[in-house]
């Protein structure tokens, strides 16, 4: 992204998950604030009846379904397990590259014991501090911490917060390991499991590269990668899934999922009208340190 301004990608995650809360029937995820965490222009665009018309037939439901899909679903799986953690005494709760997500105003208020951080490039973040403030006061249990992964360690910007890295805690990661290098995803994997206590939890998703795709989901996946290269925050990431596992393995990480999107599809989007189906260009990931 570039600096001086919020990230476009959040941005436009955050009018997906708006989209699909507003007129889809029956949401496979629920952000009633989603609208109101975006752009104006997003907002303007989603209120306008014929581009909603539009964005919501059943052709663009079976194409550009799939990124909807592949937003939504990575943020409902994330919160299902993590609400099984909060139930099971975890009581940190860490979004890395938080970006526009709202569960501090969906839930932190149902689960005051949870001490939540925030990690973002500050850019993003300020523009969303100030967007929360207009929504409502910020919960006491929730921390901002500005940090740009490209050139900071996560355990850096952990020992300038509150974070207590002797007590289990939940990570989730969403929408940005596609953003970053390989190398700096594997060096953020391995970065969490030196510092974060025993039987905390991970939840990411990860791209898988386009080669190893085929006709709509590889014509897909080359779609997004440019427009998000318009967006000028390239997509960059991508991995196999077996060499990832075998990574992840080697840092102490156990596996505990890693769903395919016809995985997720049979999950969440089994015999829905609207045709929606998730993108075999991401995998959903959940792992355990030992």
């Not at 969303?128 to 940090?147: D, H, M, R, Y």
């Not at 709509?216 to 997004?224: D, F, K, M, N, S």
Request: glycine share 6%; hydrophobic share 40%.
């Amino acid at each position: 992204m570039k600096s001086g301004r919020a990230s476009k990608t959040a941005e436009a995650a955050a009018a997906i998950r708006a989209n699909h809360y507003l007129y889809a029937k029956h949401p496979v995820f629920s952000d009633p604030y989603a609208l109101q965490m975006t752009s104006t222009a997003w907002r303007s665009l989603l209120s306008h009846p014929l581009l909603n018309k539009a964005l919501n037939s059943s052709f663009c439901n079976r194409t550009f379904g799939l990124l909807t899909a592949q937003v939504v679903a990575r943020s409902r799986y994330a919160e299902e397990r993590l609400f099984q953690a909060i139930e099971g005494g975890i009581r940190q709760y860490v979004l890395i590259g938080a970006g526009l997500d709202s569960f501090i105003l969906r839930a932190a208020a149902r689960y005051p014991e949870l001490k939540i951080y925030e990690f973002d490039h500050p850019d993003t973040q300020n523009s969303k501090i100030k967007t929360l403030n207009l929504l409502g006061s910020i919960p006491n249990n929730v921390e901002f911490a500005p940090i740009n992964f490209e050139h900071e360690k996560l355990s850096d910007a952990l020992q300038r917060s509150g974070f207590d890295a002797d007590q289990a805690s939940f990570f989730s990661w969403l929408g940005t390991t596609h953003y970053l290098s390989p190398e700096t995803t594997l060096a953020t994997l391995q970065d969490i499991s030196s510092f974060a206590a025993a039987n905390s939890e991970l939840v990411l998703d990860y791209s898988i590269h386009y080669k190893n795709l085929s006709g709509i989901e590889r014509i897909g996946a080359l779609t997004v990668s440019k427009f998000t290269h318009i967006l000028s925050e390239p997509i960059i990431g991508a991995f196999c899934a077996e060499q990832l596992h075998q990574s992840v393995q080697y840092m102490g990480y156990r596996i505990l999922d890693d769903l395919s999107g016809n995985e997720i599809t049979a999950r969440y989007f089994c015999q829905r009208a609207d045709g929606i189906r998730h993108t075999q260009a991401t995998h959903l990931l959940h792992l355990k340190i030992a």
